[in-house]
């Protein structure tokens, strides 16, 4: 089966589409197929492309899967700010110039967001009690 959009639907991007996957993992009961993923998705996405989010997904660290037959049952082992993270590391991770990268990041931040950011820091320098 194939999807079949209308004239003038909205394609969904691929992070989008990834986010909507693991939403719907972190919904289910336990470890389920990609089938179950694809019924709940709804809107006529194709199967295939379920598995190829689904495989993304899990060479990203965003999910854990297990043999079950001929396929998989697929866990969300992150949430949607974890998928997030995956995606700005990876992008981080592909330049050779971390410090401008990073640079460049913080700089484009609003006030209340750079304010944040450096909250964040200082609980995660924070030496724990007992140390």
């Known amino acids: 089966m194939t999807e079949q959009r209308?004239?003038?639907?909205r394609r969904r991007g691929q992070g989008e589409l990834e986010t909507q996957v693991l939403a719907t993992?972190?919904?289910?009961?336990?470890?389920?197929?990609?089938?179950?993923?694809?019924?709940r998705l709804g809107g006529g996405l194709a199967y295939t492309t379920v598995v190829t989010i689904l495989t993304r997904l899990h060479a990203k660290g965003a999910v854990a899967r297990e043999r079950?037959?001929?396929?998989f049952q697929w866990t969300a082992v992150a949430d949607e700010a974890g998928l997030a993270a995956l995606r700005m590391r990876r992008v981080l991770d592909s330049e050779t110039d971390r410090e401008a990268?990073?640079?460049?990041?913080?700089?484009?931040?609003?006030?209340?967001?750079?304010?944040?950011?450096?909250?964040?820091?200082?609980?995660?320098?924070?030496p724990e009690e007992g140390d």
């Open 6 to 9: 209308g004239f003038g639907a």
């Open 25 to 39: 993992l972190r919904a289910a009961p336990g470890p389920v197929v990609a089938g179950w993923v694809q019924e």
């Open 68 to 71: 079950s037959g001929r396929s």
């Open 101 to 126: 990268v990073l640079a460049s990041f913080v700089n484009t931040l609003s006030p209340g967001d750079e304010r944040l950011l450096r909250a964040l820091l200082e609980t995660a320098e924070a």
